[in-house]
């Protein structure tokens, strides 16, 4: 893995489209939400003016952005409000993607949600442990203040499906199948591209098929992804700014970004 900076114009001149993990990657990590009964509450965070601004510019350079998370539409549609018009949303781990105000479904998973479901929830009963379902259509997300045994048994006795925790919850997807790389292939037939004409860059384990599926896999946290360039976690800047100013820069290969 090389630092963003080595990163050549050359190699820069075949992107047409650059993919966004959201959490860690264009806004900070981390999730608030709290279930009591039926009444679920949880903070929406929204990208920062400067994020606005560079992902404008990029749209203006003629760049197709795509923002690939384990969200939910509704929070993204939320969160990234101000620039709907320049960018295309593939949610829940690559299930369906917005673009335009029209939706593409990538995969049917009702029937292994109704089969998982009620399971995951009898477990959550007076458990202490587990904040809280996200409301999600076609993923299960289950927020835990720490790992789960039962949450993990569960599913793991099921050889449809699979679990991968992020630090803060655990999303319970269809076994090899319901994967980020899954929106991105819909998503370069949708704009007619080939791998090496996309970016991708994420911060975390849910996002390993998806830069393997791109041709240029950007990571955002060395410790947990492998990319042909790496962007530090930290620091002043987000990962999605940090590599914004350097594809923005008009010096290109020798401008002073670390
Ligand atoms: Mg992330």
Redesign the pocket.
Same mark, same amino acid.
Do not use: M
């Given at each position: 893995m090389k630092p963003l900076n080595k990163i050549s114009k050359k190699e820069l001149n075949q992107i047409k489209m650059i993919v966004f993990? &959201? %959490? =860690? &990657?264009l806004v900070q990590?981390g999730t608030k939400i709290k279930q009591t009964g039926h009444i679920t509450t949880f903070n929406t965070k929204v990208i920062a003016p400067r994020q606005i601004e560079q992902i404008k510019k990029l749209h203006q350079k003629g760049f197709l952005i795509n923002i690939s998370s384990g969200r939910g539409l509704y929070m993204l549609q939320e969160m990234f409000r101000e620039i709907l018009p320049f960018v295309s949303l593939t949610y829940e781990c690559g299930s369906a993607t917005w673009y335009q105000g029209k939706i593409y479904q990538h995969i049917n998973s009702f029937q292994y949600v109704q089969k998982i479901l009620p399971k995951l929830k009898r477990v959550a009963e007076r458990n202490e442990n587990i904040k809280g379902f996200e409301p999600k259509e076609f993923i299960i997300t289950v927020h835990c203040k720490k790992r789960d045994k039962k949450i993990e048994t569960v599913v793991r006795k099921d050889k449809d499906f699979c679990t991968i925790w992020n630090g803060e919850a655990y999303d319970v997807l269809i076994k090899k199948r319901q994967t980020k790389a899954l929106g991105l292939k819909h998503a370069m037939k949708i704009f007619k591209l080939k791998k090496q004409n996309v970016m991708a860059i =994420? %911060?975390?384990y849910n %996002?390993y098929e998806l830069l393997q599926a791109s041709g240029m896999p950007i990571s955002a946290d060395k410790s947990r992804l492998k990319g042909k360039f790496y962007v530090p976690l930290k620091g002043k800047f987000l990962p999605a700014d940090k590599l914004m100013q350097k594809i923005l820069s008009p010096i290109g290969d020798n401008d002073l970004i670390g």
């Open positions: 993990d &959201v %959490d =860690g &990657v990590r =994420g %911060d975390n %996002d």
